[in-house]
């Protein structure tokens, strides 16, 4: 029952902008704390940022931080991860994950998107 589609990814040029949504059906959306990770080609997915239950609390990864905010819209079921200024390095599969087990920062959640991707180049 539980479901998460992601959107927003695609091409985008250095230095750029981007938001990836993910809306999530199946769940008392207020109640589920939140989570967006990333994989890059020869690396191990890595954490991006997270949002508590009731939104109170954000975190990111020092490789995004101050150049990302990730936020939620309860009326729509809806998480968001703004990005700016994006570089080549930013370039992955971007996953939308909810219901954390471990760490906030670690890929062990219960539910996790389908992925979308994101490329920057010029």
């Known amino acids: 029952q539980v479901q998460l589609v992601e959107s927003g990814g695609g091409l985008v040029q250095p230095g750029g902008s981007l938001r990836l949504s993910c809306v999530v059906s199946?769940?008392?959306?207020?109640?589920?704390?939140m989570g967006w990770f990333r994989h890059i080609p020869g690396k191990e997915r890595e954490f991006v940022a997270y949002?508590?239950?009731?939104?109170?609390?954000?975190y990111y990864a020092d490789s995004v931080k101050g150049r990302s905010t990730i936020s939620r819209d309860n009326a729509k079921n809806t998480v968001h991860l703004q990005m700016n200024s994006v570089k080549p390095e930013d370039t992955a599969v971007y996953y939308c994950?909810?219901?954390?087990?471990?760490?906030?920062?670690?890929?062990?959640?219960?539910?996790w998107g389908q992925g979308t991707q994101v490329t920057v180049s010029s």
């Open positions: 199946g769940r008392t959306f207020s109640s589920i704390a």
């Open positions: 949002i508590s239950r009731k939104g109170g609390n954000t």
């Open positions: 994950a909810i219901d954390p087990r471990g760490g906030y920062d670690q890929p062990r959640y219960d539910y």
